[in-house]
């Protein structure tokens, strides 16, 4: 089992649509980290989060890290094309200075 | 900004034959993580080091072998290649043994044939 799971595992939507992918766990976090990563390219890191509640905004993209510490989500607004990747969340696990992967969310935005 | 940088960025061997991937982080990051992703998955952690000593261990095979260097770039030395070592291998630095983001380099594609 994974320390932090992603859902969806996979989206397909329609370019101008709305989305949210989730990042759960039952254990708390120091930060955590969003990625996002293109067929053939590593990961390149979007945001960190690292105060429960904290909401940052990246131009469409939005992340918030729960209250608790032990979940996230990203939201895209009016998904594009661009948007389409596998996105991973990434946590510091709280105590432990070791970082673990979510599973993925593998996004496709259709034109 | 500099970023991690990786070499070679694509390696083609032969089953039993040996490869060595190169990682150089980003300057003043003394911390490097190593990661293998196969085809459709996410990346599976390999193994890391902090101020050249190795600080954690993850899926690696035997066969492996990495060590980082007083520059603090890293090598990961692998053996007796076989057919499923055919992945995408991501290095990833960070400063003070990781506490803080990791910053991934562009990858080394092995395929071995």
């Known amino acids: 089992t994974q320390l932090l799971e992603q859902s969806p595992q996979f989206l397909s939507i329609q370019e101008g649509e709305n989305l949210t992918v989730y990042c759960n766990s039952s254990?708390?976090?120091?930060?955590l980290q969003w990625y996002r990563q293109e067929p053939g390219e590593g990961p390149v890191l979007l945001v960190t989060v690292v105060t429960g509640g904290e909401v940052k905004k990246l131009k469409r993209l939005t992340f918030q890290f729960g209250d608790a510490r032990k979940d996230s989500s990203l939201h895209i607004t009016a998904a594009q094309p661009g948007d389409t990747g596998l996105y991973l969340c990434a946590g510091l696990l709280y105590n432990f200075n070791k970082f673990y992967f979510g599973s993925g969310t593998k996004l496709n935005v259709k034109p | 900004a500099a970023g991690v940088i990786q070499s070679p960025r694509h390696l083609i061997k032969e089953k039993r034959e040996t490869a060595t991937l190169k990682c150089y982080p980003i300057p003043r990051h003394d911390t490097v993580y190593w990661y293998q992703q196969g085809p459709g998955q996410d990346p599976q952690f390999l193994i890391s080091?902090?101020?050249?000593?190795?600080?954690d261990k993850g899926s690696i095979p035997d066969r492996f072998s990495a060590q980082q260097f007083s520059d603090y770039h890293s090598e990961l030395n692998m053996s007796s290649l076989e057919l499923g070592d055919s992945a995408l291998y991501f290095c990833?630095?960070?400063?003070?043994?990781?506490?803080?983001?990791?910053?991934f380099g562009p990858g080394t594609r092995l395929t071995v044939t």
């Open positions: 080091f902090y101020e050249k000593m190795q600080s």
């Open positions: 990833a630095s960070t400063q003070g043994g990781g506490r803080y983001e990791q910053y």
């Open positions: 254990s708390v976090f120091s930060s």
